[in-house]
């Protein structure tokens, strides 16, 4: 399904990795970075959780496609 360059950044988004790090190795202030943590923490969360919804969405949709051409319906599926 993925190819092992898929998990290789892009040359724009390395460069923006190496100025936040950058930025991040250059910061003295605690409360500063203490925020942009939590920021980025929740927003890895919610990352995960949509890509986490979509491949299940992806996967029943695959399963109903499969269980229509075996002239079946998905188990639990009232729109079928």
């Not at 950044?9 to 910061?27: G, H, Q, T």
């Not at 943590?37 to 949709?61: D, G, I, N, P, R």
Request: aromatic share 4%.
């Amino acid at each position: 399904m993925l190819e092992p360059e898929d998990f290789e950044l892009p040359l724009e988004k390395e460069l923006r990795l190496r100025v936040i790090k950058k930025e991040v190795d250059e910061c003295t202030d605690v409360k500063a970075l203490q925020q942009n943590l939590k920021t980025c923490a929740e927003s890895l969360m919610k990352f995960q959780h949509l890509s986490s919804k979509l491949a299940e969405k992806h996967m029943m949709s695959f399963m109903g496609e499969f269980l229509d051409k075996l002239e079946k319906e998905v188990p639990g599926n009232s729109d079928a």
